[in-house]
């Protein structure tokens, strides 16, 4: 039977509990044991596919196709194990399941209540499609204390009454602060974090406390004292360099140790920290330095592109050199400024997007890649951007566009059915924008003797999908007569997968999302490739 770890959090959002569940399956899986991660997200929405990346940073896509919370990102990057979408729900899909069933008649004629009916759904879905797992991680997302998340905390609750307390182990993030007018740290906050918890009916089992200062242990003695937390599993986690520390950190800490401790299990071997340590000397030691540029609309908001920094810090990992991101906002990226601006960037990156918004300064960023022989990737709508910019600047075509942000002008870009069918042009629909997208996992057949190819060192190859506008294939003989080679297309030839430029160092766009795919210890090709191509220009 498989054991439940509930990792609560207090005081304040954003404490880091995906990337203490993420570091925590690590070091369980490398003592022997099969982990699963998943999160239970308290907002309405129904997944985070329609929300601004201001409001809810990155989101994360898996193969199956499910839009998700960008911690499942942290969990595959540091567990290698692929979430699906029965790995995230949120309150907003609970309760339209409750009610969907409560339309058909399911619950015949009862009152439809949170308890039990909202609390039994979530119970559902915390133990649904498990089967050989040692360990299943449940990350709740917000804060006790939140209204929201009132029902999930419930469930929990209950689910470990039900399995039985022995299976069940709750875990609580909390912030200690310290305050440099006073130079003290309080535990206060984590005190009252737990006594909140508490009146919920969940006693922590262990603490971890956040703090950007090591916690003396009178001060973790007084968290042990008024939590009613054994002093040993009161777990000090302080602010790292980086976050590949994060299990190295943990497992000084001791936190598998008292994790399996809880259990009564005995460790199947040793954690292996080596290759944690191995790329956290390299991130933090390494002299080599190279400055790629990433120009998008959400560059202020870090989250926006989490997946997308990781993937860039990983193939920096694989060349032994460090990546410096430097954001532009390409809503303020005017076209006098693009030279400036990019004269010491060795490699310039478009990322995936949606909308008008920014689409110009993109395109003369791209221009000025292609004309000066600067690395270029561009990832999904960056890919499309560079079509744009190509088929205007060098096909002639001066009014290509996307029917996303132009209905006039010529589609070269554009939905699947607004295509010619039958000779006839076939108006798209765009008004349902949730789950109408190509999302998930799709193949992809690489040309031979392309740049592609040698970087994937493979004919079929599957990646990540998040879009609902394709290029249209009817050009791809104009553009291969004039140098911007189609070397990648799906197996039935009839959608664009990747470009690439001929008589250029490095120049690939992508319509999918390899960055999804990135881990530190396996970093994603594309981007070892991109960055060693950047490294090497001159």
Same mark, same amino acid.
């Given at each position: ?32 044991? /099969? ?28 193969? &199956?196709?499910?839009?998700?919370d960008l911690d499942l990102g942290h969990y595959e990057r540091f567990s290698g194990v692929t979430a699906k979408k029965t790995d995230n729900i949120t309150t ?115 603490i971890i406390c956040r703090s950007e200062r090591p916690i003396p242990l009178e001060h973790r003695k007084k968290i042990s004292l008024f939590c009613n937390v ?75 592109? /989490? ?88 096909? /002639? ?55 592609? !190819? ?11 999908? !998040? ?13 291969? /007569? ?9 197996? &039935?030839?009839?959608?664009?997968e990747i470009i690439e430029l001929k008589n250029h160092p490095w120049f690939i766009g992508v319509q999918f999302h390899p960055e999804f795919k990135s881990r ?19």
């Amino acid at each position: 039977m498989a054991r439940y770890i509930f990792v609560t959090g207090g005081v304040v959002s954003s404490l880091g509990k995906g990337l203490s569940s993420a570091s925590l399956a690590y070091l369980l899986q490398s003592r022997g044991y /099969k982990v699963r991660l998943r999160k239970l997200d308290p907002y309405l929405n129904v997944d985070p596919g329609t929300m601004s990346p201001f409001q809810h940073g990155e989101v994360f896509v898996t193969d &199956d196709g499910a839009e998700t919370d960008l911690d499942l990102g942290h969990y595959e990057r540091f567990s290698g194990v692929t979430a699906k979408k029965t790995d995230n729900i949120t309150t907003g899909k609970i309760y339209s399941d409750v009610l969907r069933k409560e339309r058909k008649g399911e619950y015949l004629g009862k009152t439809v209540q949170v308890i039990p009916h909202i609390t039994d759904r979530i119970k559902e879905f915390i133990k649904f499609d498990t089967s050989k797992e040692d360990f299943i991680i449940c990350e709740i997302g917000g804060i006790v204390g939140d209204i929201e998340s009132l029902p999930f905390v419930e469930a929990i609750r209950q689910f470990s009454n039900d399995i039985g307390k022995k299976n069940a182990l709750f875990i609580h993030l909390t912030l200690v602060p310290y305050l440099k007018a006073s130079d003290e740290i309080k535990t206060k906050p984590t005190q009252h974090s737990v006594k909140e918890l508490r009146s919920i009916g969940i006693q922590p089992d262990i603490i971890i406390c956040r703090s950007e200062r090591p916690i003396p242990l009178e001060h973790r003695k007084k968290i042990s004292l008024f939590c009613n937390v054994d002093i040993k599993n009161v777990i000090e986690t302080v602010d790292v360099k980086t976050i590949y520390e994060a299990p190295i950190s943990f497992a000084r800490e001791k936190l598998d140790v008292q994790v399996l401790d809880y259990f009564k299990i005995k460790s199947k071997k040793s954690n292996n920290l080596n290759p944690w340590k191995k790329i956290t000397k390299i991130t933090l030691n390494t002299k080599k330095q190279v400055n790629i540029a990433i120009i998008g609309k959400y560059v202020e908001l870090k989250d926006a592109y /989490k997946s997308l920094d990781e993937a860039l810090t990983h193939g920096g990992i694989t060349n032994n050199l460090k990546v410096n991101l430097v954001r532009i906002d390409s809503e303020k990226l005017k076209v006098s400024e693009i030279r400036n601006k990019l004269k010491n960037v060795s490699g310039i990156l478009i990322p995936g997007g949606f909308g008008k918004r920014g689409t110009e300064g993109k395109i003369e960023a791209i221009k000025h890649a292609r004309v000066n022989k600067i690395p270029f990737l561009g990832i999904c709508y960056g890919m499309q951007m560079a079509i744009i910019e190509f088929a205007r600047n060098k096909l /002639k075509i001066k009014k290509a566009t996307s029917s996303e942000f132009d209905k006039g002008g010529v589609h070269i870009i554009g939905l699947m059915n607004e295509w010619e069918k039958s000779g006839k042009k076939v108006k798209g629909t765009d008004k349902n924008l949730g789950g109408t997208m190509r999302l998930g996992s799709y193949d992809a057949i690489l040309k031979d003797k392309s740049k592609i !190819r040698d970087i994937y060192k493979s004919r079929l190859i599957k990646e990540r999908h !998040r879009h609902r506008y394709e290029v249209d294939i009817s050009y791809k003989e104009k553009f291969e /007569k004039n140098g911007l080679v189609f070397s990648g297309l799906s197996p &039935d030839n009839k959608l664009p997968e990747i470009i690439e430029l001929k008589n250029h160092p490095w120049f690939i766009g992508v319509q999918f999302h390899p960055e999804f795919k990135s881990r530190p210890l396996s970093p994603h090709p594309l981007f070892s490739s991109f960055i060693k191509a950047a490294k090497n220009h001159k």
